[in-house]
């Protein structure tokens, strides 16, 4: 099993920065791609960003140009550096990582997640 925990949420005024971080513990050999996902209130969740264990990425396209993900493979953790804070950023943000069997966005383990709130 793996387990995910992040950190780094919080209150932040529009315009500002936060980095998210995310620890993965367990059976980490298990995991590929990692990344995050964000839910609004009354919003579907969306994805934000994953990288692969080889670090290429991919973003959505309302996060382009201000948010950046990065991995440190040998800290088990994943990084998500958000600028230019927007007051539609705010929602609560996942963690997320993928089987080692599996390519794509990462799903099978969830982190519970850390808020975010971007102040106008």
């Known amino acids: 099993q793996v387990q995910l925990v992040e950190s780094g949420g919080g209150l932040v005024q529009a315009g500002g920065s936060l980095r998210l971080s995310c620890a993965a513990s367990g ?15 009354g919003k579907q969740r969306e994805l934000v960003a994953f990288i692969t264990r080889g670090g290429n990425t991919n973003y ?5 140009g201000r948010f950046t ?14 600028n230019s804070l927007k007051p539609e950023d705010t929602a609560v943000y996942c963690c997320a990582a993928g089987s080692r069997w599996r390519d794509g966005p990462p799903r099978d ?12």
Do not use: C, E, H
Request: hydrophobic share 35%.
């Open 109 to 120: 383990y969830w982190g519970p997640g850390t808020q975010v709130t971007v102040s106008s």
């Open 27 to 41: 059976s980490i050999f298990n995991i590929n791609n990692m990344g995050w996902y964000r839910q609004g209130s």
């Open 60 to 64: 959505a396209d309302s996060v382009k």
């Open 69 to 82: 993900i990065s991995r440190d493979n040998a800290k088990n953790t994943v990084y998500l550096q958000m």
